[in-house]
């Protein structure tokens, strides 16, 4: 499949950022949904303000996308926010559903209101969403944000096995990487020398290898469906 348009939620920082930059280094024309645009916009790449988790508000953004004269055939849902980072027991229940409705519903009407034009003219697509290797095995103070990527990543094999075989859908599960909400949670007193001490690649990673294996999926892996990458510098392949 050759792409020729992508849409990135998320995608004014961090991975989704990184992603537009790879797309536009491509040739991608590309349209980017986020709450908000950054202040000078990249290429051929067009900013539309949107919250994912409000369907008349996507289904509008998609239709603006498709006008723009080729209808989107990649999709990276890489939009996400933080949570709460406290015990289970001193979680706000409101807090916690916004956590699942920005991961979890939002992923999911993105992905449907990309993939029904699709569908409906049997035409060839992929799908990039973004879980984490927090959605893997337990992880203290991650019942909000690790509940929520684990059912992104549920989420992705389902989609995959539904819509198959015209559109293609994959996820990446990023360990720590080096984006600006991280960033803020090391101002904030985060100590993540822990996690790069345990991955065998010692480090965290970079926006734009994580958005090299987003690539890779989107574009290049045209026999590959319904799986979740880690990348996480072999992180949960330490067994101990």
Same mark, same amino acid.
């Given at each position: 499949?050759?792409?020729?348009?992508? =849409?990135?939620?998320?995608?004014?920082?961090?991975? +989704?950022?990184?992603?537009?930059?790879?797309?536009?280094?491509?040739?991608?024309?590309v349209t980017? $949904?986020?709450?908000?645009a950054?202040? #000078?916009? *990249?290429?051929?790449?067009? /900013?539309?303000?949107?919250?994912?988790?409000?369907?008349?508000?996507?289904?509008?953004?998609?239709?603006?996308?498709?006008?723009?004269? *080729?209808?989107?055939?990649?999709l990276?849902?890489?939009? @996400?926010?933080? +949570?709460?980072?406290?015990?289970?027991v001193?979680?706000?229940?409101?807090?916690?559903?916004?956590?699942?409705?920005?991961?979890?519903? @939002?992923?999911?009407? =993105?992905?449907?209101?990309?993939?029904?034009?699709?569908? %409906?003219? +049997?035409?060839?697509?992929?799908?990039?969403?973004? #879980?984490?290797?927090?959605? /893997?095995?337990?992880?203290?103070?991650?019942?909000? /944000?690790?509940?929520?990527?684990?059912?992104?990543?549920? $989420?992705?094999? %389902?989609?995959?096995?539904e819509?198959?075989? +015209? &559109?293609r859908?994959?996820?990446?599960?990023?360990?720590?990487?080096?984006?600006?909400m991280?960033?803020?949670? &090391?101002d904030?007193? /985060?100590?993540?020398?822990?996690?790069?001490?345990?991955?065998?690649?010692?480090r965290?990673?970079?926006?734009?290898?994580?958005a090299?294996?987003?690539?890779? $999926?989107?574009?290049?892996?045209?026999?590959v469906?319904?799986?979740?990458?880690?990348?996480?510098?072999?992180?949960?392949? =330490?067994?101990?």
């Amino acid at each position: 499949m050759t792409a020729v348009h992508a =849409v990135v939620t998320g995608g004014a920082s961090g991975i +989704g950022e990184a992603v537009v930059d790879r797309f536009l280094t491509r040739g991608l024309m590309v349209t980017v $949904l986020d709450l908000s645009a950054p202040a #000078s916009a *990249r290429g051929r790449a067009e /900013y539309l303000e949107v919250d994912v988790t409000d369907a008349e508000a996507v289904e509008a953004a998609m239709a603006h996308a498709r006008a723009r004269g *080729r209808v989107p055939d990649v999709l990276v849902t890489s939009h @996400g926010i933080r +949570g709460q980072f406290v015990p289970a027991v001193e979680l706000d229940p409101d807090r916690v559903r916004r956590v699942l409705d920005v991961h979890v519903v @939002g992923t999911l009407l =993105v992905a449907s209101a990309f993939a029904r034009p699709l569908l %409906n003219t +049997g035409t060839d697509g992929a799908i990039v969403t973004i #879980s984490s290797t927090t959605a /893997y095995r337990g992880w203290p103070k991650q019942a909000d /944000y690790g509940t929520a990527k684990a059912a992104v990543s549920q $989420l992705t094999q %389902n989609l995959a096995v539904e819509w198959a075989p +015209g &559109i293609r859908v994959n996820s990446v599960a990023p360990g720590h990487t080096l984006t600006p909400m991280v960033q803020e949670m &090391i101002d904030q007193g /985060y100590d993540v020398s822990q996690i790069e001490d345990r991955s065998p690649l010692g480090r965290l990673c970079l926006p734009d290898e994580m958005a090299r294996s987003i690539e890779h $999926l989107a574009l290049d892996a045209s026999f590959v469906t319904g799986v979740c990458l880690p990348v996480d510098g072999g992180w949960t392949a =330490v067994g101990k």
